[in-house]
Structure formats: structure tokens, C-alpha cells
């Protein structure tokens, strides 16, 4: 049991390396081989640089973006499909992917019967995004039978009389004076005139004779007149025209509702599709054989080897090499794909590990490490108990419940469960006015151990006005000492345990160089905060914050330190900073000229960093600031205000810091994370180990001929 679970605690806290392979197969049971392989869910493909001129890849990009361009068709139609909201889901039936004994397996056939079996459902969606668009023709054509559907005579026979015609146009009020003179002019005869039909136009019905059909038309023309028409398709009566396309568009959803089923599985015969497209790209072809390349996890290399001796014997090779040992990123080798496990707990944070990248093989994943600091950090960022109950209620319902987002939801809810821990200690319930936050108050006895510097203001004002003022200065200073020790003290320690982490990646990745750039900057961020934390212990002076500064001092900026503590503050940064200096000299790459100067950035570098990023953590205690001194103005709202408009101005007020701050204090919280953290050990530029993964909907079947 033991061992299982420190197997399991490694995949997810070491990126795992996987295996180069080459698959040789006949190249007529090429379709066999590589069927198998889309099923067996073990296989990653990856091309080989040198074949990607051929003729055969030519052709494998050519049906790759003919299935993109057919994809992006297909979930269009799909979208506008699904946005009618009609009728129950139909379930969908599964699909046959029959495949050829052909160069790139009948897939080029797939696409063009596809094409053909969307055809009409693409004539449906365009014709029903027509209607719903107020831009189109159609929806203008819409607009104007509504407004002439009191017409129930054909006027499209009107128009082709022998000897007499006559036509309904529509003309801009600011033409209609002269269009009449120019109708004068050339004969023809105004037989109606009204206003107010639609906005800003006159409709006039012109009688004429055929044979000055050409001078109305040139007439109507200059004066931007424009004939009502109606579309060959449509009855030639405007009224029953409009029913026509009412009813059209009433059952237009309905039928394509219908179309629904088959959308998805076009989708899912097109996922399948693409999936045997990436092993084709991967394979290599001679004359008599197909070598298909790519990699395998260890623990799949049993599930590939059955799958390829399920082909049969004597005609399938497989060469398996290890991965290369100590990828570190100098030169310009391909690092293998990598993969580790998420636990269900975790998966939540996956997605904000995404952005700072994938880990290399052998790498530590911050997963576990983003999971424990970042709603840490956050809770002090946003230290209030009602906001963080606000947070909780609406990740679950919201997010988790009615959106149907479990990861964001829980995200939301874990965000909101640390600003409550965090405001419990800080005695913020909603902010900290007595009516709704006295309670939390006098749990502490009127002293929350994180109370903000705002708090005994907010007290004194409880208690009948301001008074006393320098004695809530100085209780105010004391605080705002305070909060700038907990954010450096957290900063500290988690930029002490980053640099670490550092440490066991380089023994991970088997990387000297990257090894004792770990231990130096290990030593430098131990050093800051051994004086930041034990300091603010031992150290002289009668804050925390002072004590620290006092060792702080003593080790960098005297020339003798007077304290042990100081000397040992100082050794241990100054011996970081010299192995940071050996590091890239030692066991670096390049001339010795770079390496020395690689040194000396490197060293340079990390002492900035011991300053700024130690220093960047006080955003902290300016997040919490910002968020009391928000509530702390609403507050004096409220005790202004009486006790209506001030519970109303309160409330509002709440709503808005909650909805402003909770978003801040995420994108700080990440900043720290993914900058300042991250920055002392993550690599990243690994690349995802993606094995093949057939849709279950699909079912692949080899032609016999």
C-alpha cells in the first residue's frame, strides 16, 4: 500500500519521461498497424523532421487542412443548431470509419462523402442565420413584407402587363417631391401617394406604359426609389409571402434540431479522422516498408507490445530507446513528450499550470505546491470572512450548480473557504462595521491577530467619534508594521522553499549546472529569511518589522556584522552568490568567455531578485489595505448616511468590493505564483505526452478489397 502510494506521489509530483519508438511494419498491412495503434490508447506520434518534405506529407497537410476547414464548418452549424433550443436531445448512434488499404487510408473519400452529407443541413443553417440576422437580405425582405402584408394582390403580375403596368415603390421622403416631377416628365402616372408607411420613406404606386418601362426604371434610379420585389421562391402576394417565411421560420429549428444527431457524429467521424491523420504524419514510407514514429509511456510499452502482437508474428519490429538522460534545455535537442498524474482534488489548478507551461521530463510539477500557496496567498489578500462566504455560495451555486463549470466552481469555492480562514483572523465580516462584524470583534476581545490598520478607527467611531487621534496613529502605525512583516515573512518562505525546490530539480534532471545554481540560490533566500523570520524574533527593536531590519542591516550593510545572526545572514548569501558565480563557469556550455560572463549576470541577477521579489510579496499587505480602506470608506458612508441610506450605501458598497477585489487579488495571487516563485525553479518547454484516443462513438473497419 506504501508503495502504491509513493508511486502515485511521484507521477504527480515529477514529470514523467517517455520513449522514443519505431514501429517497422510491411507496408501493406500498414492500415492493420496503425487501426491498432488508434485503438490501443498508448501510442504518441511524432513526425521525423527529415520526412516533412516529401510527397506523402504534401499530401497528409493537404487532407489535414481540408478536415480543419471541414471541422470549423461543421461546429458552426452545430452552434447555430443547438442556439434554437428546441425539442429533446436525440441520442447519437454509432459511426463506421471504414478504412483503405490506400496511401493515406481512404481518408481523402471520408471528407468528400462528408461534404456531401452536410450539404443540405448547411443550406438550413446559413437560411436560418439569415433570418435571425438584421443585416441580411433576407431579414430586410422580412422587415418589408411585415410593413406590406396589407397588400393582398399579386404585384409581381402587375408588372409584366402587356400594354399597362404598375409597381409599388418605396422612395426617401426627401426624394419623393421629385421623383413625382420626374414621373410627370416621362409619362407616367402617380396613381398613389402615401406617408407614414415606414419610417423616413413614401410608398407610391406608378402606373405606366409598357413601353416606358426603361425611363421609370432610370427615373426610380436617380431618385433612390426602390421597386418592392418579392424573391422568385416566395408567393408573388406580399401577405401570404410573410406567411410563407414566418412559417419558414418557425420550423426552420425544429427540422434542424432534428440534424443534430448527425452534426455530432460528422464531428466525432472528423476527431477519428484526425486522429489517424497525426500517425500517418508520423509514419515513414520506402518501398517495402512503413516506419511509424513517436513515443510511449513505460507503463504502456506492455499495452503496445500486446497490441502489435495481436497483428501477428513476423511482420511487425518495434525499437524502443530510452529517453535521453539530463535534458536541460542547452542546445537544441527535442525533449521527449512528458506527462504526470492529477489527482481529482488537483484538477482545478491544471488549467492555471497550463499558463506557465508544461514541465520537462523529470521536472518537479508545482501542481501540489500552486494547490497549498495560492489560495494561501490569496485568503491574505482578501481577508473577509462574509466576502469569502460570498465567494464559497457563488462558486457552488453559480459556477459549480448552474453553469456546469466544476473546475471553476471549485476553484471559486477553495478561493472562498481561504479568504474566510483568513478574515476570521483578521475580524472582517463584510467589512468591519459593528452592526455586522462586532461579533467577530469581540471573539478576539476588540484584537484580531491580522487586524487592519483601519481597525481602531472603525472602533473609536462605534464608540461615539474620533477622539484620541495620535493614540490611533500610533495603534494604526503598529498594525501597518505588522502587515508588512507577514507579507515579507510569507515571501520569504515561499521564495526559500521555491529555491529548493530548485535544488531537487537539478538532482531530478541530473543537471550539475542547474544543481548549484539551486544550492546558491537556496543559500541567498534562506539567508533573507533566517533574518526576516528569526530576526524578527531576536533582532533589536521593538516591532517585528524592526527586529528583522535590524539583522537585515547588520548583515548587508555594515562592514563587520555585530550579531551571530547577521554573520550568518551574510555568509550564507555571500557563499550563494560565489557557487551562482562557479555555476555556469563549471559546468556551463559555450566559450570561457561566456561562461564567465554567464556567471556574472547569473549572480547579478539573483541578488536583484533577493531584493524585488522579496520586496514584490508586500503587495500583499497593499491588496488587504486597499481592500479594508474600501470597506472602511463605506462604513463612514453608512454611519453618515442614517440608518436606510446607510445600510443601502453599505450593501453596495459590499457588492462592489467583492466583485472588484476577489478579481485583484486573483491576478495578484497568480502574479506572485508565476513570477516571482516559479521564476527560482520552473522550466517548463516540456511538451504534453498526447496519445492517440479513438471517439467511443467511432468504430474503425478495415475494407476487405
Given at each position: 500500500m ?28 500498414l ?8 485503438e ?28 480543419d476547414?471541414l471541422?470549423?464548418?461543421?461546429r ?43 450539404q ?14 438584421p443585416?441580411?437580405?433576407?431579414a ?8 406590406y ?21 418605396r ?7 421629385a421623383?413625382?416631377?420626374d ?6 402616372i ?25 425611363e ?9 426609389a426602390?421597386?418592392l ?7 408573388r ?7 410563407k ?28 479522422a484526425?486522429?489517424?491523420l ?8 520506402t ?12 507503463e504502456?510499452e506492455p499495452?503496445l ?7 501477428g ?5 518495434v525499437?524502443?530507446t ?25 484538477t482545478?489548478f ?11 521530463p523529470r ?9 497549498v500557496?495560492l489560495?494561501?496567498?490569496?485568503g491574505f ?20 450548480k448552474k453553469m456546469?463549470?466544476r ?37 478576539w ?7 487592519s490598520?483601519?481597525?481602531p ?13 495620535e493614540?490611533l496613529a500610533?495603534?494604526?502605525k503598529?498594525?501597518i508594521?505588522?502587515a ?11 521564495l ?11 538532482a531530478l ?19 533573507i ?9 531576536v ?17 548587508g ?17 555571500t ?31 539573483v ?14 499587505m497593499?491588496?488587504m ?7 472602511f470608506g463605506?462604513?463612514i ?11 443601502i450605501a453599505?450593501?453596495?458598497g ?6 472588484l ?15 516571482e ?5 520552473y ?13 467511443e ?8 478489397r
Amino acid at each position: 500500500m506504501i508503495g502504491v502510494l509513493a508511486v502515485a506521489a511521484t507521477a504527480t509530483l515529477i514529470a514523467q519521461s517517455t520513449s522514443q519508438t519505431y514501429i517497422i511494419i510491411p507496408r501493406d498491412r500498414l492500415a492493420y498497424a496503425l487501426k491498432a495503434l488508434a485503438e490501443c490508447n498508448c501510442f504518441h506520434p511524432e513526425p521525423e523532421q527529415h520526412a516533412a518534405g516529401s510527397e506523402f506529407s504534401a499530401r497528409i497537410r493537404h487532407i489535414k487542412n481540408e478536415l480543419d476547414t471541414l471541422e470549423q464548418r461543421l461546429r458552426e452549424m452545430l452552434k447555430v443548431a443547438e442556439s434554437t433550443g428546441l425539442g429533446e436531445e436525440q441520442a447519437v448512434s454509432e459511426q463506421v470509419l471504414r478504412l483503405s488499404k490506400t496511401t493515406d487510408m481512404g481518408l481523402s473519400r471520408v471528407i468528400e462523402q462528408l461534404t456531401t452529407a452536410i450539404q443540405d443541413i448547411e443550406k438550413l443553417v446559413e437560411r436560418l442565420a439569415q433570418l435571425k440576422s438584421p443585416e441580411s437580405e433576407l431579414a430586410t425582405l422580412l422587415a418589408v413584407l411585415e410593413t406590406y402584408s396589407f397588400i393582398d394582390v399579386d404585384i409581381e403580375a402587375l408588372k409584366r402587363g402587356s400594354y399597362i403596368r404598375a409597381k409599388v415603390y418605396r422612395v426617401p421622403t426627401d426624394r419623393t417631391q421629385a421623383f413625382l416631377r420626374d414621373l410627370e416628365t416621362v409619362g407616367a402616372i402617380a396613381g398613389l401617394h402615401v406617408s407614414g408607411i415606414e419610417t423616413n420613406m413614401d410608398t407610391v404606386v406608378v402606373a405606366y406604359p409598357a413601353w416606358l418601362e426603361a425611363e421609370v426604371g432610370k427615373t426610380a434610379l436617380r431618385n433612390r426609389a426602390t421597386p418592392l420585389e418579392i424573391p422568385e421562391d416566395m408567393p408573388r402576394i406580399p401577405s401570404e409571402a410573410l406567411k410563407k417565411v414566418r412559417k419558414e421560420l418557425d420550423e426552420l429549428p425544429v427540422v434542424l434540431k432534428r440534424h443534430l444527431p448527425k452534426l455530432r457524429e460528422a464531428l466525432a467521424v472528423i476527431d477519428a479522422a484526425k486522429s489517424l491523420l497525426s500517425l500517418l504524419e508520423a509514419t515513414k514510407l520506402t518501398q517495402l516498408v512503413a516506419v511509424v514514429s513517436g513515443y510511449v509511456a513505460p507503463e504502456k510499452e506492455p499495452v503496445l507490445r500486446r497490441t502489435l502482437e495481436s497483428l501477428g508474428a513476423g511482420y511487425v519490429g518495434v525499437m524502443a530507446t530510452p529517453s535521453m538522460e539530463g535534458h536541460h534545455g542547452h542546445g537544441e535537442e527535442e525533449l521527449p513528450p512528458s506527462y504526470f498524474t492529477i489527482p481529482s482534488k488537483l484538477t482545478p489548478f491544471a488549467s492555471l499550470l497550463e499558463m506557465a507551461g508544461h514541465p520537462r521530463p523529470r521536472e518537479f510539477v508545482p501542481l501540489a505546491l500552486l494547490a497549498v500557496t495560492l489560495p494561501i496567498v490569496y485568503g491574505f489578500m482578501f481577508p473577509d470572512l462574509g466576502h469569502g462566504l460570498a465567494l464559497l455560495l457563488a462558486g457552488y451555486y453559480l459556477f459549480y450548480k448552474k453553469m456546469g463549470n466544476r473546475d471553476l466552481g471549485r476553484l471559486v469555492m477553495i478561493f472562498g473557504v481561504a479568504a474566510m480562514a483568513v478574515g476570521f483572523f483578521a475580524g472582517e465580516f463584510f467589512g468591519p462595521h459593528p452592526a455586522v462584524a462586532g461579533w467577530l470583534d469581540a471573539i478576539w476581545h476588540g484584537h484580531p491577530p491580522l487586524a487592519s490598520p483601519l481597525h481602531p478607527f472603525v472602533k473609536e467611531m462605534a464608540a461615539g467619534g474620533l477622539h484620541g487621534g495620535e493614540e490611533l496613529a500610533e495603534e494604526a502605525k503598529l498594525l501597518i508594521f505588522h502587515a508588512i512583516y507577514v507579507s515579507l515573512a510569507i515571501g520569504s518562505l515561499l521564495l526559500a522553499l521555491s529555491s529548493w525546490i530548485s535544488v531537487a530539480n537539478g538532482a531530478l534532471l541530473r543537471d550539475k549546472e542547474v544543481l548549484a545554481a539551486g544550492i546558491g540560490k537556496s543559500l541567498v533566500f534562506t539567508g533573507i529569511l533566517i533574518a526576516i523570520v528569526i530576526g524578527g524574533m531576536v533582532g533589536s527593536g521593538g516591532t517585528a518589522i524592526e527586529r528583522a531590519g535590524s539583522v537585515l542591516y547588520d548583515a548587508g550593510l555594515t562592514l563587520t556584522p555585530q550579531t551571530a545572526l547577521g554573520t550568518l545572514v551574510r555568509l550564507m548569501v555571500t557563499v550563494g552568490l560565489l557557487v551562482l558565480l562557479a555555476s555556469p563557469i563549471l559546468f556551463g556550455h559555450g566559450s570561457t568567455g561566456e561562461r564567465i560572463v554567464n556567471g556574472v549576470m547569473e549572480a547579478f541577477d539573483v541578488l536583484l531578485m533577493a531584493i524585488g521579489n522579496t520586496a514584490s510579496f508586500m503587495r500583499i499587505m497593499g491588496l488587504m489595505l486597499a481592500h479594508s480602506g474600501l470597506m472602511f470608506g463605506f462604513t463612514i458612508l453608512a454611519f453618515i448616511a442614517g440608518p436606510v441610506l446607510g445600510a443601502i450605501a453599505y450593501i453596495l458598497g459590499n457588492l462592489l468590493v467583492i466583485g472588484l477585489e476577489a478579481l485583484v487579488a486573483y491576478a495578484h495571487s497568480l502574479r506572485l505564483h508565476f513570477y516571482e516563485m516559479f521564476s527560482k525553479f520552473y522550466m517548463d518547454g516540456g511538451r504534453p505526452y498526447s496519445p492517440v484516443r479513438m471517439p467511443e462513438l467511432v468504430k474503425l473497419e478495415i475494407e476487405k478489397r
